[in-house]
Nanobody, 127 residues
Framework: QVQLVESGGGLVQAGASLRLSCACN????????MGWFRQAPGKEREFVAA????????YYQDSVKERFTISRDNAKKTVNLQMNSLRPEDTAVYYC????????????????????WGQGTQVTVSS
């Protein structure tokens, strides 16, 4: 069973930065594509960023491009989300998710394509 634990959330002012981390318990962490999603109150969970198993390829939601950076360290079994220039509309619970790599499919960007999820970490950006 894959277990994911997020950390790094908090309350910040607009324009500030936060770095979220997600730790995985699996020795074969590099077998998984990883994603970050977020869910604001009353809204559906949405894609934020994803990174392939190797760390070579990254994908972003348009609203976070140039502000957020996803990265991973396969040796440490972690995936990170560096969030800069935060805005009040970035306020949400942030979740990391894992999807086992397959050579016949691309890095997923939909919630239903991810098999494993963390418990989430709250990010609140005040104006």
């Amino acid at each position: 069973q894959v277990q994911l634990v997020e950390s790094g959330g908090g309350l910040v002012q607009a324009g500030a930065s936060l770095r979220l981390s997600c730790a995985c318990n699996r020795r074969t962490f590099s077998d998984y594509n990883m994603g970050w999603f977020r869910q604001a109150p009353g809204k559906e969970r949405e894609f934020v960023a994803a990174i392939d198993w190797s760390g070579k390829f990254t994908y972003y939601q348009d609203s976070v491009k140039e502000r957020f950076t996803i990265s991973r360290d396969n040796a440490k079994k972690t995936v990170n989300l560096q969030m800069n220039s935060l805005r009040p509309e970035d306020t949400a619970v942030y979740y990391c998710a894992a999807d086992q790599f397959s050579p016949v499919k691309s890095v997923p960007r939909s919630t239903y394509e991810y098999e494993y999820w963390g418990q989430g970490t709250q990010v609140t950006v005040s104006s």
